[in-house]
């Protein structure tokens, strides 16, 4: 779900999550887009993520290990922030 406006951007809701390496994570259904703000303030968009990935993101006891090995070399992404 997209509801914010970042200059000519929209970013989504997104939910805090526990980690050492991300803030909050947000992913809309029907575009298959994850977004995820990352400690450092920078805030990513992975197109064509099923909602399986994005499930077991949320599930993972650790979401940066999970990220590293399933999200980031598989999925095309583009920086927003």
């Known amino acids: 779900m997209f509801i914010k406006v970042y ?3 929209m970013l989504m809701k997104r939910l805090p999550v526990m980690s050492s ?5 947000g992913y809309d259904a029907p575009t298959s887009t994850l977004e995820i703000e990352f400690e450092n303030g ?3 968009q992975y ?12 599930a993972a006891d ?3 290990h999970y990220f590293d ?3 980031r070399p598989r999925y095309d992404c ?3 922030l």
């Open 7 to 9: 200059g000519s951007m």
């Open 21 to 25: 390496v991300m803030r909050s994570v």
């Open 42 to 44: 920078f805030v990513y």
């Open 47 to 58: 197109s064509g993520v099923p909602e399986d990935v994005h499930a077991a993101l949320m």
């Open 62 to 64: 650790s979401k940066g």
């Open 69 to 71: 090995s399933v999200i």
């Open 78 to 80: 583009r920086r927003l």
